[in-house]
């Protein structure tokens, strides 16, 4: 497991029904854990937590505000626009920038047009992890545990009765995917 999984092993374990002293499949939820946080990083296209540092150069929108591809931002160490610095809005007539959510604004100043003119080296993240995200991790690591008991099965005969299975290769649970769009 590493320190940003999005779940722990003992809800993954609790949700399955898994004894908690019952540590012979500990190794494999904790890497279907990791495997699912990446997967949902992927998904999202973002790290939703934990805080972390980021240094990036970016385009200029010839616009006074900038989406960052992080969020929430936490802070902002640094910012360059043309390799000028831009200061920290101090009230609010001043000129500089200030931050919200996603996205830095500029007044009195602009994030001109061009490839790669604006340096900036800022935090993001959340410091805790949000609920919902960490009931889809949860939810998304049993179900792949579930699943490997189906692999290169299509249906198997239970007495007179039969039971499909569909092919769930690389798919997510439909509860999972409609956290995760929001």
């Known amino acids: 497991m590493a320190a940003d999984d999005f779940t722990t092993l003992a809800e993954v374990k609790a949700w399955l029904g898994i004894d908690s002293g019952d540590t012979t499949q500990d190794t494999q939820l904790g890497a279907?854990?990791?495997a699912v946080s990446a997967d949902i990083r992927t998904f999202t296209?973002?790290?939703?937590y934990p805080v972390k540092?980021?240094?990036?150069?970016?385009?200029?929108?010839g616009r006074q505000a900038i989406v960052l591809?992080?969020?929430?931002i936490t802070a902002v160490a640094l910012l360059?626009?043309?390799g000028a610095d831009i200061p920290a809005r101090q009230d609010v007539t001043g000129s500089g920038y200030v931050f919200d959510g996603?996205?830095?604004?500029?007044s009195g100043y602009t994030f001109t047009n061009g490839v790669k003119n604006v340096q900036i080296s800022y935090s993001a993240g959340r410091a805790a992890i949000p609920g919902d995200i960490g009931r889809a991790a949860l939810?998304?690591?049993?179900?792949r545990y579930?699943?490997?008991?189906?692999i290169g099965i299509s249906s198997k005969g239970i007495g007179p009765e039969s039971v499909s299975f569909a092919n769930t290769r690389n798919a997510m649970p439909e509860s999972v995917e409609l956290i995760l769009k929001q």
């Open 139 to 143: 939810e998304w690591a049993g179900w």
């Open 53 to 61: 540092s980021y240094a990036a150069m970016i385009n200029g929108n």
């Open 69 to 72: 591809p992080n969020d929430p």
């Open 45 to 48: 296209n973002r790290d939703i």
């Open 80 to 82: 360059k626009v043309n």
């Open 32 to 34: 279907l854990i990791t």
């Open 102 to 106: 996603a996205a830095i604004h500029l």
């Open 146 to 150: 579930r699943e490997k008991q189906h």
